[in-house]
């Protein structure tokens, strides 16, 4: 069965830091676009990150880009967001997301992780 977990959220006061896992299982990782979202309840999901694990490419949304980095152990099915320089905006569930793909999507992603919340305080 394919089964993705995220974890590494917390309370992080403005400007401190996290770092995100998404660990997957039962999927051929060089296979796979990983992707990171993020919601508030009330409000539609905002895409944050993808990176193609074959070519490492990664990409970001305008909000996080200079601030969050993709990292991995993909030997272990790892994929690693750092995340520095917290903002407030920055509050939301963290999803990772995979898609069996040589592109980055958006928010076409077959497999899903739990969430994990990330909270920042002003």
């Known amino acids: 069965e394919v089964q993705l977990q995220a974890s590494g959220g917390g309370l992080v006061q403005t400007g401190g830091s996290l770092r995100l896992s998404c660990a997957a299982s039962?999927?051929?990782?060089?296979?796979?676009?990983i992707g990171w979202l993020r919601q508030v309840p009330g409000k539609e999901r905002e895409w944050v990150a993808c990176?193609?694990?074959?070519?490492?490419?990664?990409y970001y949304a305008d909000s996080v880009k200079g601030r969050f980095t993709f990292s991995g152990d993909y030997t272990k099915n790892t994929v690693y967001l750092q995340m520095n320089s917290l903002k407030p905006e920055d509050t939301a569930v963290y999803y990772c997301?995979?898609?069996?793909?040589?592109?980055?999507?958006?928010?076409?992603?077959?497999?899903w992780g739990q969430g994990t919340l990330v909270t920042v305080s002003s």
């Open positions: 990176t193609v694990i074959r070519d490492g490419s990664t």
């Open positions: 039962g999927l051929t990782f060089d296979d796979y676009a």
């Open positions: 997301a995979a898609e069996e793909s040589t592109w980055c999507v958006g928010f076409d992603y077959e497999y």
